[in-house]
């Protein structure tokens, strides 16, 4: 055979066996280990098999896949091996709407890319101990609508970058809200739905403390909560900042009154009985002279572009104080030192937010007095108690101790008038113009004198006492002109 005939027997062959393996590199699908699986939908890296009436996963599964739905199926349970092979580009699973009641505690061990997860609308009934905890990169967990009566604290263990978590309309009855607080457990969490459960109670003093760009998104509407003047204060103040959780759920924020059987709305408790909860006041400081304290700028906003504070002159501060008494924080924070009367007022703080701007106000109350020096003055409480107490003690003496200024005149009778058929007896006595002894006359006893005299004659005027004068002529008395003495002496009788 000739050479050029040889050369194109062998090479003309070649052509098509090298184009053929090109396409089945550029196809993802062209391979046998990568080929889609029956009764699902192929589409570059996405797999859908939803609504195919699948019992268990398919397998096996491309190794590429990056979105794998099965929702709307008959998978009950999710075993370990459901992923045979490693899927190092799966970052969505989505599992929803398959009675799903059993997912075991390694069934994400092949799959540690998992950015989103949906188990809602299921039957799972508990979260066991670090369920999730394979899952680093998780930020949306999705499992609302089952019957999750138990949560472990432990099973969204190594979860530090999970964002969303919904797990409304469950049963549950406690959420180690704990899990919050630490802050170290869920670092990035920034929604958590609690909606339609059966929380009885939640702390909200401990809600309270957490930053308000959570407790934007913080869902407790739907659970038969038991009525709290701190839980109403936490809510009232979400109102005023306009927090969506509150906001936007205001009705469904519900709770049984003590004795009550009747769900009433929560924030609608100030000022109604049995509770007759008071208003809450934001953001309101209070302190003493000398003491440091730092204005937090709790903003609803994650991504603070920039902030800054405005003092209550006025005055914008950036930075350090002129005098080192005022710091700018890193976090944002405004801080205090050595307080003087002065520095009392509302502070503002301005927010640039990534979508809008937000501006907080902390009230400052600077008491004019030291809480622990030596020369402390009386607060209002101690000075009420001891008013009252000096009160009583002068009523008791008033009452009591006060010398009665008219002892004389108890028990002293105007003595019998003369007779008038002796007139030795009209001679020797004198007409009684007033009582005799020691002391001043009583006057209701004098006035009584004036009427009927002697002989039965009307007197018009009785004769004014004289004053007493002291020595021992002080009792001489006036004599009457109609009497009978009068008429033989004009000399007062001395008696």
């Given at each position: 055979m000739?050479?050029s005939?040889?050369?194109?027997?062998?090479c003309?062959p070649t052509?098509?066996?090298?184009?053929?393996l090109?396409l089945?590199?550029?196809?993802?699908?062209g391979?046998a280990?990568?080929?889609c699986?029956?009764r699902c939908?192929c589409?570059?890296?996405l797999l859908?098999?939803?609504?195919a009436?699948?019992s268990?996963?398919p397998?096996?599964?491309?190794?590429f896949?990056a979105v794998l739905?099965?929702s709307h199926?008959?998978v009950?349970?999710?075993?370990a091996?459901?992923?045979?092979?490693?899927?190092?580009?799966?970052?969505?699973l989505l599992?929803s709407h398959?009675?799903?009641a059993?997912?075991?505690?390694?069934?994400?061990t092949?799959v540690?890319?998992?950015r989103h997860?949906?188990?809602?609308?299921?039957r799972l009934?508990?979260?066991?101990?670090?369920?999730f905890?394979d899952?680093?990169e998780?930020?949306?967990?999705?499992?609302?609508n089952?019957?999750?009566s138990t949560?472990?604290r432990?099973a969204?263990?190594?979860?530090?970058r999970l964002?969303?978590?919904?797990?409304?309309?469950n049963r549950?009855?406690r959420?180690?809200l704990?899990l919050?607080?630490?802050?170290?457990?869920l670092?990035?969490?920034?929604?958590?739905?609690l909606?339609?459960?059966r929380?009885?109670?939640v702390?909200a003093?401990?809600l309270?403390?957490?930053?308000a760009?959570?407790?934007?998104?913080?869902y407790?509407h739907?659970?038969?909560?038991a009525?709290?003047?701190?839980?109403f204060?936490l809510?009232d103040?979400?109102r005023?900042r306009?927090?969506s959780?509150?906001?936007d759920?205001q009705?469904?924020?519900?709770c049984?009154?003590?004795?009550a059987t009747?769900?009433v709305k929560?924030?609608?408790l100030a000022g109604?009985?049995p509770l007759?909860c008071?208003?809450?006041?934001?953001?309101?400081l209070?302190?003493?002279?000398?003491?440091?304290?730092t204005l937090g700028?709790?903003?609803?906003?994650q991504?603070v572009r920039?902030?800054h504070?405005v003092?209550?002159?006025?005055e914008?501060?950036?930075?350090d104080?002129?005098n080192?008494?005022?710091?700018l924080l890193?976090?944002?924070?405004l801080?205090?030192?050595?307080?003087r009367?002065?520095d009392?007022?509302?502070y503002?703080?301005?927010v640039a937010?990534?979508?809008l701007?937000?501006?907080l106000?902390?009230e400052?109350?600077?008491?004019n007095?030291?809480?622990?020096?030596?020369?402390d003055t009386?607060?209002t409480?101690?000075?009420?108690?001891v008013?009252c107490?000096?009160?009583?003690v002068?009523?008791l003496i008033?009452?009591?101790l006060?010398?009665c200024?008219?002892?004389?005149c108890?028990?002293?009778?105007k003595?019998?008038a003369?007779?008038?058929?002796?007139?030795?007896?009209s001679?020797?006595?004198?007409?009684p113009?007033h009582?005799?002894?020691t002391?001043?006359p009583?006057?209701s006893?004098?006035?009584?004198?004036?009427?009927?005299?002697?002989?039965?004659?009307?007197k018009?005027?009785?004769?004014p006492?004289?004053p007493?004068?002291?020595g021992?002529?002080?009792?001489?008395?006036?004599?009457?002109?109609?009497?009978?003495s009068?008429?033989f002496?004009?000399t007062?009788?001395v008696v």
């Open positions: 000739p050479p005939r040889q050369c194109v027997a062998m003309v052509v098509p066996l090298s184009l053929l090109a089945s590199l550029l196809s993802p699908w391979s280990a990568g080929s699986p029956p939908v589409a570059s890296n859908s098999c939803s609504q009436n699948l268990t996963v397998t096996p599964l491309p190794r896949t739905d099965l199926n008959n009950t349970r999710l075993r091996d459901w992923a045979p092979a490693r899927l190092p580009h799966l970052h969505a599992l398959n009675g799903l059993f997912v075991s505690t390694e069934a994400f092949h540690p890319r998992l997860l949906d188990l809602s609308s299921n009934r508990t979260l066991d101990e670090n369920l905890s899952l680093g998780l930020e949306v967990l999705l499992l609302y089952n019957e999750i949560v472990d432990t969204f263990e190594n979860l530090g964002r969303k978590l919904y797990l409304g309309q549950i009855a959420f180690p704990e919050l607080r630490e802050g170290t457990r670092p990035q969490l920034a929604l958590l739905d909606s339609a459960n929380l009885r109670a702390p003093g401990e309270q403390a957490l930053p760009w959570l407790r934007d998104r913080l407790l739907n659970n038969p909560l009525c709290d003047c701190l839980l204060q809510l103040r979400g005023r306009h927090l959780a509150v906001e759920f009705d469904e924020l519900r049984f009154p003590p004795g009747a769900l929560i924030l609608e109604k009985p007759n008071s208003k809450a006041r934001e953001a309101v209070e302190a003493h002279l000398g003491d440091s304290v700028c709790d903003s609803r906003w991504g920039s902030r504070w003092t209550p002159g006025g914008r501060v950036l930075g104080g002129g080192g008494s005022v710091v890193a976090n944002g924070s801080q205090l030192r050595a307080l009367p002065e009392a007022g509302t503002s703080c301005w937010g990534p979508l701007n937000e501006t106000y902390v400052l109350l600077v008491h007095f030291t809480l622990h020096g030596p020369h009386l607060n409480a101690y000075t009420t108690l008013g107490i000096l009160s009583v002068l009523v008033y009452l009591y006060t010398p200024r008219c002892c004389c108890r028990g002293t009778e003595p019998p003369p007779r008038d058929d002796s007139i030795n007896s001679v020797l006595s004198t007409t113009n009582a005799g002894g002391g001043e009583c006057g006893h004098a006035a009584s004198g004036a009427g009927t005299g002697q002989n039965g004659r009307f018009g005027g009785g004769t006492p004289v007493a004068r002291p021992p002529k002080a009792q001489r008395k006036v004599s009457d002109p109609d009497s009978v009068s008429v002496s004009d007062p009788i």
